[in-house]
């Protein structure tokens, strides 16, 4: 099975896809793999994934989780992320599309999915002749808890 960076979903896709492209596959990359693709989906910082990868190998450093993060994004496996003035979030790539509600005193980011929009922009789209390739949405504000 020939797969592309949309449809790496699991660890075992992301095996199969780096051994077919001639990647090495070392342990500290497979750690890092097996944390962001089969850990429970959001959106994780470096030090997220670095926090959980040093409970498996002491050794593994900022770098190596960063250097592997940025491999993810280029090679098409993780979608590099930028919420506001804060660092960069990485999320899994091609699972689904959802735009982002982000609560800008907690940090808080709510995924949602919503048909009405997404044709909505479709239609905004062809009224002006724009041939629209993708697009993401980021909506900023106050979440429920922090109105409190």
Known sequence: ???IPTQIKTKKH??????SKGFKKTRQRDIIAEIF???????????????HARKL?????????????????EIGFAQQRQFGKG???????????HDHLICTQCKK???????????LQAQVAKRHGFKMTHHKMELYG???SCQK
């Open 142 to 144: 106050t979440c429920v």
């Open 37 to 51: 693709f089969n850990g429970p989906h959001h959106h994780y910082r470096i030090e997220e994934i670095l926090e």
């Open 14 to 19: 992301f095996d199969t896809f780096l051994v």
């Open 57 to 73: 190998d002491a050794s593994i450093s900022y770098a190596t989780v960063y250097r592997t993060m940025m491999m993810f994004v």
């Open 1 to 3: 099975m020939k797969l």
């Open 87 to 97: 660092q960069s979030l990485f999320e899994v790539q091609g699972r689904h599309h």
């Open 109 to 119: 980011i709510i995924e949602f999915e919503n048909e009405t929009i997404e044709k």
